[in-house]
């Protein structure tokens, strides 16, 4: 195993894309930043040298973290934001994991430009991928161009708006020919392939508020891993990803080589979005060698009619997304822990409510995200994660235990109130089993809720539409071959249940990675208690931790 070391510098570069020159805070210039390439058994290091005006944390999506919640970059659950012109060094292992997670800012909506792609391949002596080896392997990072500062857009969500949307979607960080002010091939992300030969795709959705259908046309897709855990190979012609979703699949190059094929990621929009949201699309170009000569300066819109495109979902189809996760099963028979010693059942909601005071507020400018009518909020002076391992979360004054179920008879035809504010935890015990079921509104007018975990990842047993029913649901559960992933896509107007071994103690926060959902509440931290030996203790933190005694107000969280 080796050791992989990354300098990050995080400063605001100006970058042109759709005719206009935007100052974005990334990393080393670049949107979308650096992929982390490493084989499991690797050791991580990165350095983040921040030059950027904004305190922030990198957080390694999707990486287990085994007794290292100091490293998980979660701002002010794990750790205080690394203050403008400080640095701090992430280090962490990759073990028992292979495919594709990412990494984010994990402040704020930062994360909207400062992300990238973690590849773990299996590492070397080992057997390889449990499919034919692929010719190439080409990350697909599906994010969004946002035409604003990122700390207005946190102040505005914090105050409950969420009228605010990214300009366009991106591939790779290229918009693709649709916007009016594109239309180039230099605008579009292209994906050189040779006839005959396999790709494996990175995919990752780095969205903010968007679930993507992905498709290329006159291909179809093998999807082998997602969430970094290997899935029956299970062949499709279009991927369903979340927000905080991952899919590793392989592309048979397989179609006519002098045709060209559109890739296109297209967002999927709730029945009745509470505000007009555009349907955001982005493509770009699968071609086959060098593709017709000289196309480089040639306006696409002059060619368009030589590029295949294929035919996408209507943008409110909530089954397809809803088969695709649940087609996945994983590669292996899991050996799925059968004694539950917890039942938590959270009700999820993103609703306008009144504040104090307002006697109408149906104006949608007060949305509250929530679990269980608890909105979350991050403490403002001591991260979690260091109150708990100095035994003084007494000192964070909006702490409050999580109630696990929602507090009365849960009417979806309205808002879940009372609603109130507050530093949600669930205390659990190490190595106790705990079984989830989030369930999504059944009637408000809402957007299903790609739930994840951090540390851990869980079993998938079972997803339904409408409410979720103990008595007859739990037969419907996967206790053979559920797949293992850590951020569970919860149905529009449906349910999921998920199951996992609180084996790694710490402060896990579990969110929902719909940005708006997430800044406003639709979350909660997981506090898991130490172990009985010393390998399953938490080490204390990094001698260079970032303090908070600088804390910058101007950092949204
Ligand atoms: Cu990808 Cu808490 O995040």
Redesign the pocket.
């Known amino acids: 195993a080796a050791l992989v070391e990354h300098t990050f510098v995080v400063s605001q570069v100006k970058l042109n894309r759709l005719c206009n020159d935007m100052l974005v805070t990334v990393v080393n210039g670049q949107f979308p930043g650096p992929a982390i390439e490493v084989k499991e058994g690797d050791s991580v290091a990165v350095q983040v040298i921040n030059k950027s005006p904004y305190g922030l944390t990198i957080?390694w999506?999707?990486v287990k973290l085994q007794l290292n919640c100091w490293a998980d970059g979660?701002g002010m659950i794990t750790q205080c934001p690394i203050q403008p012109n400080k640095n701090f060094t992430y280090r962490f292992n990759v073990t028992g994991q292979e495919g594709t997670l990412?990494w984010?800012a994990?402040v704020g909506s930062l994360?909207a430009s400062i992300h990238g792609a973690l590849i773990i391949r299996p590492r070397s002596g080992s057997r390889s991928y449990p499919f034919p080896k692929p010719h190439k392997e080409i990350p697909i990072v599906i994010g969004e161009w946002w035409e604003m500062d990122l700390n207005q857009l946190d102040k505005n969500l914090r105050n409950g708006h969420l009228f605010d949307m990214p300009r366009v979607a991106t591939i790779n960080g290229k918009p693709g020919d649709l916007d009016n002010c594109s239309g180039t091939v230099k605008d579009s992300n292209i994906l050189k392939v040779e006839h005959g030969k396999t790709y494996l795709l990175r995919i990752v959705n780095a969205a903010m508020n968007s679930e993507y259908y992905l498709k290329i046309a006159g291909h179809r897709f093998t999807v082998v891993a997602a969430d970094a855990n290997y899935v029956k190979p299970y062949t499709t012609d279009v991927i369903a990803i979340a927000p905080?979703e991952t899919v590793d699949a392989l592309l048979v190059a397989d179609a006519h080589p002098a045709g060209r094929y559109y890739i296109v990621a297209k967002a999927n929009q709730p029945p009745k979005p509470a505000i007009q949201i555009p349907v955001f699309i982005s493509r770009g170009i699968v071609q086959y060698g060098d593709g017709p000569r000289k196309v480089e300066e040639k306006a696409l819109s002059d060619s368009a009619s030589l590029i295949m495109a294929p035919e996408m979902p209507d943008k409110h189809d909530a089954a397809t997304s809803f088969y695709f996760h649940g087609n996945l099963t994983s590669l292996q028979p899991q050996p799925v822990p059968a004694n539950v010693h917890e039942h938590l059942f959270y009700a999820l909601d993103a609703s306008f409510v009144c504040r104090e005071g307002e006697s109408s507020c149906n104006n949608a400018t007060n949305m509250m995200g929530m679990v269980n009518n608890v909105s979350f909020q991050l403490p403002t002076t001591t991260p979690l994660l260091q109150a708990h391992y100095h035994g003084n979360t007494s000192s964070i004054g909006t702490l409050r235990e999580l109630p696990d179920r929602a507090p009365r008879m849960f009417n979806y035809s309205e808002t879940l109130e009372p609603t109130s504010k507050a530093t949600s935890v669930r205390r659990l015990r190490y190595n106790a089993t705990v079984e989830i079921v989030f369930q999504s509104p059944v009637l408000a007018d809402t957007y299903a809720n790609p739930m994840?975990l951090?540390g851990h990842d869980f079993l998938v047993l079972a997803q339904g539409f409408g409410q979720y029913n103990a008595e007859t649901d739990v037969a419907t559960y996967n206790l053979v071959d559920p797949p293992v992933r850590n951020t569970v896509h919860v149905p529009l107007f449906g349910w999921a249940a998920v199951r996992f071994v609180t084996n790694n103690p710490g402060v896990w926060?579990m969110?929902c990675?719909f940005g708006h959902h997430?800044s406003s509440g639709m979350a909660a931290a997981f506090v898991v208690e130490n172990g009985p030996t010393l390998d399953s203790t938490l080490p204390p933190p990094p001698e260079d931790f970032p303090s908070c005694k600088t804390y910058n107000s101007r950092v949204s969280y």
Do not use: E, I, K, V
Request: charged fraction near 5%.
């Open positions: 957080h999506h999707g979660a990412w984010h994990h994360r905080g994840h951090h926060f969110h990675h997430s």
